[in-house]
């Protein structure tokens, strides 16, 4: 599930903060519980810009780790 902005990053996700620049942080709350219900499992929520997917996710050749990940396989444990 590819959450773009709807969750910029993974701990916004796992402790229900809310990034600070916010309209609406009710949306923002029924954005998460959404997301959880529409993803396979929590790793599978892929936040807009948290540097970690590129952890948690493998690269798709030798040579572009820390560039490109590939969001067709299970996340890294």
């Known amino acids: 599930m ?8 993974y701990a916004h996700m796992e ?5 600070p620049l916010t309209y609406n942080v009710q949306e923002v ?3 998460y519980v959404t997301l959880k ?3 396979s499992s929590p790793d599978h929520v892929v936040p807009g810009h948290d540097p970690l997917v ?5 690269a798709p ?6 560039w490109v990940v590939r969001l067709d396989v299970d996340p890294k444990g």
């Open 2 to 9: 590819l959450a773009a902005d709807a969750s910029h990053l």
């Open 15 to 19: 402790t229900g903060r809310i990034f």
């Open 29 to 31: 709350v029924e954005g």
């Open 37 to 39: 219900k529409l993803a």
């Open 54 to 58: 590129l952890a948690r996710y493998p």
């Open 61 to 66: 050749k030798p040579g572009l780790e820390g």
